[in-house]
DNA sequence: GTCTATACTGAGATAGAC
DNA sequence: GTCTATCTCAGTATAGAC
């Protein structure tokens, strides 16, 4: 069990490697725009392997989708548990979510943009699990506005805006780019909570 | 010439019902997701017959790209030129984008989605006026920075953060949800100019 | 576990009648 | 301006050898 685990980085098993593969070339055309054929030339192996490893298509893009929503789910929520009060956690939250967008910014963008993919049966699955993902962001803001440090007109909107804008550096990011990960994440929480903060003196609007 | 103009929200002439037609499927199933033959039984027509109206495919898409950089382009440019400094000017684009991604919902999600899908020489002529629209935003940040009336880190990354939030607002928009066009653009320019504002007794952070 | 060969379906696009 | 018929190619997936 603890070979398997540790194949995520290391010597990648031959499912691990399609998966890899299948990611980038998801994003580079889509789900559609991609064959099982080109899929196969990037690994220099012919299309009917694939099968052995993955039934269909289909279990391949789910398969990346599944595990990205298990980086995430697991990611937000060892960020949130390691500091407190709604401040440092929507901080961390944002942070974790940034970071996880800039690192493993291929399989976050499919998350966002295969959905339509997906099969009624899988989508519900997907859907289901990324709600739950959003709801700790919109707990987060309920918590900070019960208590009077965050001023949120609707905890929903807000939290969609949040996760929108942040889920959006997935998009346009690069590693060769002007900005490191850290860099950005630290502008989008400073922006963030500077959007959310209950400011005593007369707020501008 | 004053008919052709007219036709965008009346009588449709084939060409625009076509446009209509591929925008709704292109959105539900993304452009190498959908076919000529589908696109024209939603139209209720046979394939061969689109190829009177439009060269290819591509053709399509890239005619309903093209078109929704006219709006976003001309819109923004109106919206700005109708008020005066910098926090009512980035009040009005952030406004106008806004409700442009909720009324125009599915063609600016396709401008953002079907990027990939166009052909080298398509994208090119598509990126060139997208910058030049992003160009617009960064530009009321910039004055507002030099100003002293906005507290920008970075510029470029303040104005991703911005649109990316607001495109963020086609992917989820429903004509049958909570809120309405009009809400949701006052809650985003709320939220966009508190992040931006500077404040003069000192900032959270 | 990977291969060759192939079944079967649907894709984009064109020709030419009406 | 729309149709029927069709070309050609690429798609997902399977069978069965090695």
Redesign the pocket.
């Known amino acids: 069990m603890a070979a398997t685990v540790v194949a995520t980085h290391e010597r990648a098993d031959?499912a691990e490697r399609i998966l890899r593969a299948a990611i980038a070339l998801f994003r580079e055309r889509g789900y559609h725009g991609?064959?099982?054929?080109?899929l196969?030339r990037a690994l220099?192996?012919?299309?009917?392997?694939l099968?052995?490893?993955f039934?269909?298509?289909?279990d391949i893009l789910f398969a990346i989708l599944d595990r990205t929503l298990d980086g995430l789910l697991d990611g937000v929520g060892r960020a949130v548990a390691a500091v407190d009060g709604p401040p440092a956690r929507l901080r961390a939250a944002v942070r974790f979510h940034v970071l996880f967008h800039a690192h493993r910014q291929h399989e976050a963008f499919l998350s966002g943009s295969e959905l339509r993919s997906l099969t009624q049966a899988n989508l519900r699955l997907v859907l289901a699990r990324r709600d739950e993902y959003e709801r700790v962001f919109r707990g987060l803001l309920s918590v900070g506005a019960r208590a009077g440090v965050f001023q949120v007109g609707d905890v929903r909107l807000t939290a969609m805006a949040i996760l929108t804008m942040c889920t959006g550096v997935a998009t346009w990011f690069s590693d060769r780019g002007r900005l490191a990960p850290e860099s950005i994440a630290d502008r989008y929480v400073e922006m963030i909570l500077r959007s959310v903060t209950r400011h005593p003196k007369g707020s501008p609007s």
């Open positions: 031959a991609s064959s099982m054929r080109t196969a220099r192996m012919e299309a009917a392997s099968y052995y490893h039934a269909s298509k289909q």
